[in-house]
């Protein structure tokens, strides 16, 4: 990546828009923002940029919804989850829906813009929480395949499964170590950090809905009555 | 008859032990045991007299059936005994009446032939009647038991509500035939079909309307409900932050850590955690800590939790050494925010808390500066753990702190 990223920025809350706009402005061009879905999709199609800031909670759908509809029609368009949001059910909903990463509101200027270098570069970023979120659905995989010999339903074990090095990666994560820190301190390069929480990114995507949905509802984190 | 009467002349008596039916003692529906509680007499006794009514043109059943339908669980037995599902009720009830008639009209005995579309119609009230009394014994049970009666039947109540419901049907069109329309029975249930086909036309709309506005009048009055509660919320929490906030407009760390504060308490709020307080898990003691140590020195704490468990034994101790650890690093290391992590396994705990701040030499600790050396390291070594503290100036401080769980407690 030798230009800078064109951002657009989706969220429906006109006053954090103008934020992020006037922060991230000063390192990085952003070319267009939305505060609906429809104008999301709109403005996605016409300016095509490198990274989209996506809120996860709006009105008819939110940022699961934008992806689901223009993913696939722009597939160098890259998507950055951003929310207020800690349950983990919609960090997971919209990491499975196709975002390469997930940030909180309350990051820095300087860390935002490094969140989506990174993403435009097409690594996956993870906040510490999400690091957390996932040790801990996988783990619950691990120990309910253990404890009972019960084969998840896609059957791919791969999938269902972290290694060794990924966990080590991720527990430094949700440490807070930042990428540089974590090779560091495993003696591994930046790149090789960089390539596990990919990995992880696609495990978390493409693993068996069953075993994670499942997670989500024994730690009361999904509502089984929807509204 | 005597078993029937007596309870309503007992009342005086023994007004201490309300008639309940005690499931957990009862053969069938625990009405048996439950009266003779209420009478304090031999289970066997009131058993017997059951039977022998039973036997006297179906008398008993029909007494039963009621007695099942009307009088409330006792709310101490009522998840401890068996729970059948209405067909299992259903079909125990049919089964008894049944087994009855038969055994009378074999034995040749004609003895109440009179009375036995009675107590099939008994029977099918009973059934129809059972679902809508509530089980426990205060005041709200008569409420309950109206709205019950007027709510939609739900599934688990349609196959006891049918099979009541054909009873009583099957007992009407068998009284008429009795008391005139020989030869006729035919014709008697046609007329009561008819009968019942008219008046649901006539009145059918009436109720169904009824029935609508009742629920919609609930509906509003649980809105109007969750609509003042969540005023109440908002006016005690969120309303003061923002007056707060607006006084201390000038006091931009004092501001940010009212912010923080009001976020975390909002946040629990709508995911409906439990109070912190409450729960002794080792999760929840270090989120406590963490927000203590975060409210006394305004910087913010991340806190990570992967897995949970129970806080006993030595886990106190992590728990305070985790706080120490946030308190030096909130204190001493200037650093914008702290994470913690903390990994709880079955086995073992792990706990980091790591900053950005200054930093400093491990090995040059001042003698002074007691809070890692006794609060840390030595209470974690008290409780058999271990704390390492890695830091080096300008790069932030992590102290981690590892706590095996043996099997004892």
């Given at each position: 990546m030798s230009a800078a990223p064109r951002v657009?920025?989706?969220?429906?809350?006109?006053?954090?828009?103008?934020?992020?706009?006037?922060?991230?402005?000063?390192?990085?061009?952003?070319?267009?923002?939305?505060?609906?879905?429809?104008?999301?999709?709109?403005?996605?199609?016409?300016?095509?940029?490198?990274?989209?800031?996506?809120?996860?909670?709006?009105?008819?759908?939110?940022?699961?919804?934008?992806?689901?509809?223009?993913?696939?029609?722009?597939?160098?368009?890259?998507?950055?989850?951003?929310?207020?949001?800690d349950a983990a059910e919609d960090v997971i909903a919209v990491i499975r829906a196709g975002a390469r990463g997930y940030v909180t509101k309350t990051i820095s200027a300087a860390e935002l813009a490094d969140a989506v270098r990174r993403v435009a570069g097409g690594d996956a970023v993870f906040s510490p929480r999400l690091a957390g979120f996932v040790l801990d659905a996988f783990a619950q995989d691990?120990?309910?395949?253990?404890?009972?010999?019960?084969?998840?339903?896609?059957?791919?074990?791969?999938?269902?499964?972290?290694?060794?090095?990924?966990?080590?990666?991720?527990?430094?994560?949700?440490?807070?170590?930042?990428?540089k820190e974590v090779a560091q301190s495993l003696g591994i390069s930046v790149k090789t950090v960089e390539a596990h929480v990919s990995a992880v990114l696609r495990k978390l995507q493409l693993s068996s809905r069953h075993e994670l949905s499942r997670w989500a509802v024994q730690r009361r984190l999904v509502s089984l009555d929807g509204p | 008859m005597a078993s029937a009467q007596a309870p309503a002349g007992q009342t005086r008596a023994h007004a201490r032990v309300p008639l309940r039916r005690r499931i957990d003692r009862g053969l069938l529906g625990g009405v048996c045991a439950g009266v003779a509680e209420r009478m304090r007499v031999e289970v066997l006794v009131v058993r017997v007299i059951m039977v022998m009514m039973a036997t006297v043109g179906?008398?008993?059943v029909a007494v039963y059936a009621l007695a099942w339908a009307l009088i409330p669980v006792a709310p101490d037995s009522e998840h401890v005994g068996r729970r059948p599902g209405a067909w299992r009720e259903a079909a125990l009830i049919v089964l008894a009446v049944a087994a009855v008639?038969?055994?009378?009209?074999?034995?040749?005995?004609?003895?109440?032939?009179?009375?036995?579309?009675?107590?099939?119609?008994?029977?099918?009230?009973?059934?129809?009647?059972?679902?809508?009394?509530a089980p426990d014994g205060t005041g709200a049970s008569r409420r309950r038991t109206m709205r019950a009666l007027l709510r939609r039947p739900s599934a688990l109540d349609a196959p006891r509500l049918i099979a009541g419901a054909l009873l009583v049907a099957f007992a009407s069109a068998a009284l008429l035939h009795a008391i005139g329309v020989q030869h006729s029975l035919g014709k008697a249930i046609w007329a009561v079909a008819i009968i019942a086909a008219v008046l649901g036309l006539v009145a059918g709309p009436w109720v169904l309307r009824l029935g609508r506005s009742l629920s919609f009048e609930r509906a509003a009055r649980i809105r109007e409900q969750e609509r003042a509660e969540l005023a109440a919320h908002l006016h005690d929490s969120v309303l003061q932050t923002l007056a707060l906030i607006q006084k201390r407009a000038g006091d931009p760390r004092e501001v940010a850590g009212l912010a923080r504060q009001q976020e975390r308490e909002l946040r629990s709020w709508l995911l409906e955690r439990p109070d912190p307080g409450e729960g002794a898990s080792v999760a929840a003691a270090l989120e406590r800590a963490a927000a203590e140590v975060e409210e006394l020195h305004r910087v913010p704490i991340e806190v990570v939790t992967v897995g949970d468990g129970p806080l006993n034994g030595g886990l106190e101790a992590i728990v305070q050494a985790a706080r120490e650890a946030m308190?030096?690093?909130?204190?001493?290391?200037?650093?914008?925010?702290?994470?913690?992590?903390?990994?709880?396994?079955?086995?073992?705990?792990?706990?980091?808390?790591?900053?950005?701040?200054?930093g400093f030499d491990p090995g040059a600790i001042p003698a002074d500066r007691?809070?890692?050396?006794?609060?840390?390291?030595?209470?974690?070594?008290?409780?058999?753990?271990?704390?390492?503290?890695?830091?080096?100036?300008?790069?932030?401080?992590?102290?981690?702190?590892?706590?095996?769980?043996?099997?004892?407690?």
């Open positions: 657009v920025i989706v969220d429906d809350h006109h006053l954090f828009r103008a934020g992020v706009r006037a922060e991230l402005g000063e390192e990085l061009p952003v070319v267009g923002d939305a505060g609906s879905v429809e104008e999301a999709l709109a403005v996605i199609r016409e300016q095509q940029p490198d990274v989209v800031l996506l809120d996860v909670h709006m009105p008819d759908g939110g940022g699961v919804e934008v992806i689901a509809r223009v993913g696939e029609e722009c597939a160098s368009v890259r998507f950055l989850a951003l929310s207020v949001s691990a120990l309910a395949g253990s404890a009972n010999d019960e084969q998840p339903v896609s059957g791919d074990r791969d999938l269902d499964q972290l290694t060794p090095r990924e966990r080590e990666v991720l527990r430094h994560i949700a440490r807070g170590y930042m990428y | 179906g008398l008993g008639f038969a055994g009378v009209h074999f034995a040749g005995s004609h003895i109440g032939e009179g009375l036995w579309p009675l107590v099939l119609g008994v029977c099918g009230m009973a059934l129809v009647w059972r679902p809508t009394v308190t030096n690093a909130a204190k001493f290391a200037s650093s914008e925010r702290v994470d913690l992590y903390a990994e709880v396994e079955p086995d073992r705990v792990e706990v980091f808390v790591r900053d950005r701040g200054v007691r809070g890692v050396r006794d609060s840390i390291i030595a209470r974690m070594e008290r409780h058999h753990g271990r704390a390492a503290v890695h830091s080096r100036p300008g790069e932030g401080t992590e102290i981690e702190l590892v706590m095996e769980r043996g099997p004892s407690p």
